[in-house]
């Protein structure tokens, strides 16, 4: 039978990954897919938690969709961010991005 | 709900003018900012009014509403209405609409006139909002936002000079006091559970939160005051403060902002009572940044200057009055002091906008140009000086026979001594500004009057500074103490009050003989030579008193001031240094490494300074590794 | 086995090979690709979980929604090939590291631990409605104004500028 720690290791397994994904992409676009796929890991999270810990409210689900909303809200201004900054620079690569050198 | 749990609207009505214009911007009239921001707190002086009669008759007003709960932790904001917050709402919302006011004459066809009323809007509000606060939270809120808004304002012409440097040490240099600040509510929230003032005070009261970590918060509480109130070591920034506009200046940076910090230790005052020491603690501070403040006032050649030391002397009168146990007399003379000290800043304001200059030496016979300026500016230096009648007086002998009957007698010393160096210093100013003929460098020539929208607030400002102090004398019966609800103690001392005004006038006459009686040359007390010749001999007393006491004090106030900069200002640098040093040894190891990249050793080094290196190299996606490797120790460490 | 643990086994398969696909492609439409066939693997988790609105909220905005958005994005960028690469040397190797503590860290602390589980008992889509309109309706309501206010941000973020930008429109001063 499947349990509730299933769901639970399978989005800690997608969120590393994610985490990886963004710690080594050069490209600020794949950063944002690799984003999408943490939210997605915590989101798996919430509606296993809903489902089995909380059954007789459905509070984890409603938690995923404002999660979603924040995600399309993220994800539109990185695009944008992505775009502006493909236009304004030639910098192609985000490891090459260094404004905030100290 | 009594009218009284209505309060929490007025820091509302400054702060809707702030997002107000600052959401319209340009597109608003130029003179609707200002009627905006003088009808928002000329509504928040009428309320005050209200709020003193109510509390005179003894109603007092404590609401709390939950803000947020975690888990079984419930925290909660609110305001209290009694008479110490009725007094500090009234002062704050007079002097910020005379000093709104004021500004539509002083900053006219300046380019950011409108934003200028946004700042100060959000200060009063921000202000308000400590004054009205029930419990610490809700204060260090607001405390924080009137940094921002002292920042602001500092940084108002960000453009010039020193501007964006005196704005962004005004802002470090107070957040040192409030790490102290932030500390306390975690001590007090650990130890009671809660940050309203009442369930804490009742705490301490009882006994049942006392030891070295009530001592603690007060000490670190204290902190923040020193902070905000620029009280010795942390009094650095407000000098440099002076680069703002000279009514936000007045406002903030003399009358009620830094006078915050008197305010919170004031509130606080049980914590503080509960152990002598810290009150030893806050008393010689307080000392200390008195006797310093009057010593370097001395030498200040800038108008504005003298007025910023004054106010670091003055607040330390203030803590020094907290030092002797006696809470109402510093609310006191932050009272009086927020009245002359607003006059005499917006006075000068009137002369720089007159003549365009702050520099003493290019100052002088302005009392036949400005009549206005210079009458209620002498006024507000009398006053300062603690000439009897007027309201520096009382407050200032209030702290006196405060410290006397507590049988301190190093603070009372110490604050007969300032009273002296205050009038002396004062009468300075006065003399060189007002009353010396004007020399070689004289800007005063083409000085006028200032518009009447200048005038006005300095009239009533004057006219309060007069007669304000008479709410706590025996005139009145001490109303004042009676009303914050400390019964009044016996006040039998002739003596004392006598000797400090006779100082007081010992200065002024010192000051009188020394600047107006013989035309000092420029700088001729900083060079001090001893003139030879027959004439000389009438100059001896002049000789005496420079050689005797004017040098010395000169030389002390020079060395102080020397000290202020090389060895405060220094420890602060030092930081800096600090950093800055490590990134040389670590650049060095760096290029040393790539210098003798032949060498296997060195390509190690020069490796190890690369990751070094790296860790500040600006790319974000190094920082977030950095942060998810504290992440993972963090949690291997702490978790299960 | 039960079918459900084959079809969980077979979604989660799908999910992280997809995320693999996702961080290690050597081009970027493939890692885009890979992250749709990881949405709709979590998708069908979502079903196997009950939550069939969820499920098609994920198909919708993440399958529908943000990975068009992306692949359009793709094709006006047009990164070249060297940044479509992911990050080699060290950091590559610390990142894994990382990555692998957390999750053997996490993995076990989730397999020491037990859950005060109910019975599993999924609820429909009307309670999650009723939630969302009554407890909530508040955040939800925000939540629009969060994604309104991200529209117009990233429009203003990505519009092209005005060739004559000589009037400098400053809100605020």
């Known amino acids: ?102 | ?640 | 086995m039960s079918a459900d643990t084959v079809m969980f086994y077979l979604y989660a398969a799908v999910a992280v090979a997809g995320a693999l696909g996702l961080v290690l492609a050597r081009q970027l439409v493939h890692a885009v690709l890979c992250l749709f066939a990881t949405l709709f693997a979590i998708a069908a988790l979502y079903l196997l979980l009950g939550k069939e609105f969820l499920a098609a909220m994920q198909l919708f905005v993440y399958g529908g929604a943000i990975t068009v958005l992306v692949l359009f994005v793709l094709m006006l960028a047009r990164p070249d090939p060297i940044a479509q690469a992911v990050r080699s040397g060290p950091t590559r190797w610390i990142s894994l590291a990382l990555c692998a503590t957390f999750f053997g860290y996490l993995a076990f602390i989730l397999s020491s631990s037990s859950w005060q589980t109910a019975d599993a008992h999924a609820h429909d889509t009307a309670s999650l409605a009723t939630i969302l309109f009554s407890r909530y309706v508040l955040p939800f309501e925000v939540a629009g104004l969060v994604l309104t206010i991200a529209l117009i941000g990233s429009i203003v973020l990505a519009r092209e500028e005005p060739p004559d930008s000589e009037e400098p429109e400053e809100g605020a001063a």
């Open chain 1, 1 to 102: 039978m499947i349990g509730l720690n299933h769901y639970l290791v399978l989005a800690a397994l997608l969120f590393c990954i994610g985490l990886f994904g963004v710690l080594t992409s050069r490209s600020a676009l794949r950063v944002v897919v690799c984003v999408e796929l943490l939210l997605n890991a915590v989101n798996l999270n919430l509606a296993a938690f809903s489902v089995y810990v909380a059954p007789k409210e459905a509070v984890g689900a409603s938690f995923v969709i404002f999660l979603m909303v924040i995600a399309a809200a993220e994800v539109g201004l990185a695009l944008a961010l992505v775009l502006t900054l493909n236009r304004t620079t030639d910098i192609e690569a985000i490891d090459r991005i260094s404004a905030l050198r100290g």
């Open chain 2, 1 to 640: 709900m009594t009218p009284l749990e209505h309060a929490w609207v007025l820091p509302l009505l400054p702060l809707a003018v702030f997002v107000f214009v600052l959401a319209t911007g340009r597109r608003l009239p130029e003179l609707v900012a200002p009627v905006l921001g003088i009808v928002a707190t000329g509504t928040v002086f009428l309320a005050s009014l209200g709020m003193l009669a109510a509390t005179a008759a003894g109603s007092v007003a404590d609401i709390s509403v939950p803000w947020f709960s975690a888990g079984s932790v419930t925290v909660e904001i609110g305001i209290r209405v009694d008479p110490l917050a009725a007094v500090m709402v009234a002062v704050v919302s007079f002097v910020s609409t005379l000093v709104q006011l004021y500004s539509i004459g002083y900053l006219h066809g300046e380019e950011r006139f409108r934003w200028f009323y946004g700042a100060i809007s959000l200060f009063t509000a921000a202000m308000l909002g400590v004054v009205l606060a029930n419990g610490w939270l809700l204060m260090y809120m607001c405390w924080e936002l009137m940094g921002l808004a002292s920042y602001l304002l500092i940084g108002f012409w960000y453009e010039k000079g020193d501007a964006p440097a005196a704005a962004m040490k005004a802002f470090i240099v107070t957040r040192i006091g409030d790490v102290g600040f932030a500390l306390a509510l975690v001590l007090i929230w650990l130890n009671t559970g809660t940050f309203t003032f009442e369930p804490v005070f009742a705490a301490v009261e009882h006994g049942s939160w006392a030891g070295p970590t009530l001592a603690a918060a007060a000490l670190l509480l204290f902190a923040g005051a020193m902070g905000k109130s620029a009280q010795f070591p942390l009094h650095v920034w407000l000098p440099d403060a002076m680069a703002g506009p000279t009514p936000g200046s007045a406002l903030i940076h003399a009358a009620t902002m830094v006078a915050a910090g008197v305010y919170l230790v004031a509130r606080s005052f049980p914590l503080f009572e509960a152990s002598p020491s810290t009150l030893m603690v806050v008393g010689v501070v307080g000392t200390i940044t008195a006797v310093m403040g009057a010593l370097i006032a001395l030498a200040q050649n800038d108008i504005k200057k003298v007025l910023a030391y004054s106010t670091i002397s003055q607040l330390g009168y203030m803590f020094l009055a907290l030092g002797t146990g006696n809470w109402v007399a510093a609310i006191f003379h932050l009272m009086t002091h927020a009245f002359f000290k607003a006059l005499l800043f917006l006075g000068a304001g009137s002369v720089i906008h007159a003549t365009k200059t702050q520099d003493l030496h290019e100052l002088g016979g302005l009392w036949r140009k400005m009549p206005a300026t210079t009458v209620t500016w002498c006024l507000g230096a009398l006053s300062l000086a603690g000439i009897p009648p007027l309201a520096g007086f009382w407050s200032k002998d209030e702290i006196l026979l405060s410290a006397l009957h507590t049988d301190q007698y190093g603070f009372l010393l110490a604050g007969v001594v300032t009273a002296a160096l205050t009038a002396f210093y004062m009468a300075r100013t006065t003399f060189l500004a007002f009353f010396v003929k004007p020399g070689a460098h004289s800007q005063s020539a083409h000085a006028h009057e200032a518009p009447w929208v200048m005038t006005v607030p300095l009239v009533v400002l004057a006219a309060l500074a007069v007669l304000v102090g008479l709410v706590g004398s025996p005139v009145t019966g001490y109303a004042f103490g009676s009303f914050l609800g400390e019964h009044a103690k016996a006040h039998a001392e002739v003596l004392l009050p006598a000797i400090a005004v006779g100082v007081a006038l010992a200065g002024i006459a010192l000051a009188w003989s020394s600047y107006l009686k013989h035309v000092p040359e420029p700088d001729r007390y900083f060079r001090a030579r001893f003139v030879s010749g027959v004439l000389a001999r009438s100059f001896l007393i002049d000789e005496l008193y420079e050689n005797v006491i004017v040098r010395p004090l000169m030389a002390t106030s020079a060395l102080l001031r020397r000290i202020d900069h090389a060895v405060i200002d220094g420890v602060v640098r030092a930081f800096g240094v600090i950093g800055l040093f490590v990134g040389g040894v670590l650049a060095r190891f760096d290029r040393a490494g790539i210098d003798g990249a032949v060498d296997g050793m060195a390509t190690s080094v020069s490796s190890g300074g690369e990751q070094v290196r790296r860790i500040q190299n600006g790319n974000v996606q190094t920082y977030l590794l950095l942060l998810v490797a504290s992440i993972v120790v963090l949690v291997v460490v702490f978790a299960r």
